[in-house]
Each structure stands twice: as C-alpha cells, then as structure tokens.
C-alpha cells in the first residue's frame, strides 16, 4: 500500500543521545514535511523541503535538522536530545507545495 | 501574529449533527483544510475550501467565508466512530499551514 512510513514508532532516548527519525514515501511527492505534536498545541512545522535537495525552516527548528538527498526520503536528526523534545513526530507529504497532506503514523520519542 | 482559533472539546449525541467552528487571523489566505484525527492516529484529510460557500462531502460538509475570517464542520447522522479530534488548518501568503490545536469531538450513545 502507498504512503509513508516512519521509523522508529516509539523511542525513549537519555538526554544529550543523538537521533534520527526515518521517513520514506513511495508516492512520489515533490514536498515533504516535519511536525511535531504537543497536547493543547497545533501541529507545528519543524522543518520542510519543497524538493528533492532543498530544505527549509519550520515554525520551531532549532535542535533539529533534514535532509532531503532524493524524492523518497526525508529523516529528521536531533543532534543532542533535550527534554524539551519529548513529543510526537508526524512526518508529511503532498504532491504540491501545501497541498494536501498526506501524513505518517507518528514516532513517539520520550527524552529524559 | 497568525491565530487559529477553534473550541477546545465538544460533545454530541449519535445519530445527531454538531459544528464545530473555526476563526483566523493569518497573514493572506490561501485555502483553509480540515483534518480529522483519531486518538493515537494521524491526521486524514477531510476537506478543503478556497472560496466562499459551503462544500458537502457525504456526511459532512465545510463551510467558508473568507471575509468573516471564519470556516466550520458540519457532521451529520453522527456515529460513534466520529470521536476524533478535528484540526482545523490555514494556508497563508506564503503557502504555509497553519494550524489550530483541534478540537476533541465526544459523541455519547
């Protein structure tokens, strides 16, 4: 089945770990997107790519950076986890730039 | 600054029709979605509206009026499976989203 796949689904990480969230799509869309997910908050866009080998910041990006070295696969790195980051991360497509979205199952990553 | 405003929670009874309401204030407008998602789930597409009137889509349908900065859901014949948050979402000037923080929907038998 098309779509999007992230990896891990559940992660608990000690704080100051380095980590990569693995997103793939098989769809062949041009944008893809990272959100993160936080109770009473809207999605909030983390970082965002408009094509393969251009990327973008988001409303909240520090701590975090992408990747985008072809169409399928856009990993999101936490380069030294903090606390703050606790969170779900909903990695996103869409044929066009803010199109419809088309959404992952999410990765709960818990640092403590 | 851009807002997104829509009611925190809601409960409706099965079988009946709820709206849930949705104002912005962004800067430009270009396109307003709605999403549903379900507890522990991703958000899915529900509906998307750029001009002014109402789209239906079985049994719910979308409204916009772009001069009011205002847009709502309409869920009819309500069904259990309808308990979901309900994310409301702006495109602005500058093609991004902007999101609400959703509202949970509740429905009692």
């Known amino acids: 089945i098309a779509g999007i796949t992230q990896a891990p689904t559940s992660q608990i990480l000690a704080a100051g770990r380095r980590m990569t969230l693995r997103c793939t799509q098989d769809?062949?869309?041009?944008?893809m997107y990272w959100y993160r997910q936080d109770l009473g908050l809207g999605l909030r866009l983390i970082h965002y790519s408009n094509t393969a080998g251009t990327t973008g910041k988001g409303e909240v990006p520090d701590g975090y950076s992408v990747s985008r070295a072809n169409t399928d696969d856009f990993p999101l790195t936490l380069a030294s986890a903090v606390p703050s980051q606790t969170s779900v991360y909903f990695c996103?497509?869409?044929?066009?730039?803010?199109?419809?979205?088309?959404f992952g199952e999410g990765s709960r990553l818990t640092v403590l | 600054g851009q807002n997104i405003d829509q009611p925190t929670e809601m409960t409706a009874t099965e079988g009946a029709i709820v709206q849930i309401n949705c104002t912005y204030q962004?800067?430009?407008?270009?396109?307003l979605f709605w999403y549903q998602q379900h507890a522990g789930e991703a958000p899915t597409f529900l509906s998307y509206n750029v001009l002014d009137g109402l789209e239906e889509k079985g049994r719910f349908s979308s409204f916009l009026s772009r001069s009011k900065g205002y847009s709502y859901l309409l869920l009819k014949e309500l069904q259990m499976k309808d308990s979901a948050s309900y994310l409301c979402a702006v495109k602005d000037s500058n093609y991004q989203l902007i999101w609400g923080a959703g509202t949970k929907l509740i429905i009692k038998p």
């Open positions: 962004t800067s430009g407008f270009n396109g």
């Open positions: 769809m062949r869309h041009n944008a």
């Open positions: 996103a497509s869409s044929p066009v730039d803010a199109g419809e979205l088309f």
